[in-house]
């Protein structure tokens, strides 16, 4: 069992940064691969970003391709989101999620492949 839990959300005017985060309770983090997802506001729930449970590969959303990065620290028990060159866009609630069935080198990018989510934190972008 893993919980999680977000924080970092805000609002922010467009081209400015943000940082999320996402700590993991439980001694097996290391075990998972880590995704994040947003939902924008009447639309379904898209991947974001993820990395690997291994070797730290990535995996991103064209959309956002160059300008988040996603990040793990095991010794923590974190994963983190930054966020740069923010667009209007970009305003959902983003979650993140961990994967405990991923391979070692694998960059899950579906909902259903996941089985553990955070509560959400909300990102506002304004133009």
């Known amino acids: 069992q893993v919980q999680l839990v977000e924080s970092g959300g805000g609002l922010v005017q467009a081209g400015g940064s943000l940082r999320l985060s996402c700590a993991a309770s439980g001694r097996t983090f290391s075990m998972y691969a880590m995704g994040w997802f947003r939902q924008a506001p009447g639309k379904e729930r898209e991947f974001v970003a993820t990395?690997?449970?291994?070797?730290?590969?990535?995996y991103y959303a064209d959309s956002v391709k160059g300008r988040f990065t996603v990040s793990r620290d095991n010794a923590k028990n974190t994963v983190y989101l930054q966020m740069n060159s923010l667009k209007p866009e970009d305003t959902a609630v983003y979650y993140c999620a961990a994967d405990g069935s991923a391979g070692y080198w694998y960059t899950p990018s579906e909902e259903s492949e996941y089985n553990y989510w955070g509560q959400g934190t909300q990102v506002t972008v304004s133009s």
């Open positions: 990395i690997t449970r291994g070797d730290g590969r990535t």
